[in-house]
């Protein structure tokens, strides 16, 4: 379950370029692309430009870079040409990468033009949540203190935890144990180790936490057909705290506010 020191060095140079992928799609304004064009853009870019392989893609028969889950889908929507973008959406594009078979996993929700306070409000609480999450990894803490973390902060801003999905180890393969509860109670769970490494990536609902899957096998959306937002990243534990694999640039002044345990977003 842990992993050594090379490992590591091999999954953060994986995470390293999976934040290349995110950043540019920092550049696009998104309006009025189909999330298949994002997809193949997303392809192309890790192919070509990256070198490595995108993992989702042939995992569990999916045939696509990534995940697109816009608005009322909370995870494993599908890329399609007829799914525009538009002015106003939210949307989670969740991203696998591999290189030097080590596999890193990311995913950001992007706003789409100009959203709605509540619809703003809602990635915003989303986001943080995460990193309260990351905030209580280190070795000695239980995997129930990142879940309680999160749940609490989600509660406390009127919002709901989906249960049904959570996060996961990661390494050579894109699933290991453990499993990673994005809601809980605090000291119960597995102990965290030097050199664990897994997901942290909850997904916050405005409304009710209850989910259904759609016909097509893959998409999962609110019940109540209210938002979902979701944020990921890879960690490992350190032998002081935690490291984010996937770090993106504008993100390091977070990375160093959560190694002195001070957070506030």
């Known amino acids: 379950m842990t992993k050594r020191p090379e490992e590591i060095a091999l999954l953060a140079e994986s995470g390293r370029l999976l934040a290349k992928v995110f950043s540019h799609l920092d550049k696009l304004s998104l309006i009025g692309m189909s999330t298949m064009q994002v997809n193949d853009l997303v392809d192309r870019y890790i192919v070509n430009e990256l070198k490595a392989r995108p993992a989702s893609k042939g995992q569990y028969d999916y045939a696509y870079a990534l995940n697109s ?22 949307v989670n594009f969740d991203i696998t ?4 078979n080590f596999i890193a996993d990311s ?77 809980g109670r605090p000291h119960t769970g597995l102990t965290m180790q030097e050199g664990m490494v897994f997901t942290i990536e909850p997904m916050i ?11 097509n096998g893959w998409a999962v959306i609110t019940t109540d057909g209210k938002l979902s937002a979701q944020f990921e990243h890879t960690v490992a534990v350190t032998r002081n705290g935690v490291q984010v ?7 390091i002044a977070l990375s160093e506010s959560v190694h002195g345990k001070s957070l506030d977003i």
């Open 69 to 90: 889950s816009r608005n009322n889908v909370i995870c494993h929507g599908v890329p399609s040409t007829s799914d525009i973008l538009l002015n106003g959406d939210i």
């Open 97 to 100: 990468l591999e290189k030097n």
């Open 107 to 183: 995913s950001k929700t992007y706003l789409v033009g100009d959203v709605s306070n509540a619809a703003r409000r809602l990635v915003k609480v989303c986001y943080a949540a995460m990193w309260k999450g990351i905030n209580v990894v280190r070795p000695g803490a239980q995997l129930g203190d990142i879940g309680h973390a999160i749940e609490r902060h989600a509660r406390q801003n009127g919002y709901s935890v989906v249960r049904e999905y959570c996060g996961h180890g990661i390494g050579r393969e894109m699933h290991e144990p453990p499993q990673v509860l994005h809601w």
């Open 205 to 215: 609902n405005q409304g009710s936490h209850t989910v259904k899957t759609e016909e």
């Open 245 to 251: 694999l996937t770090l993106r640039p504008e993100e």
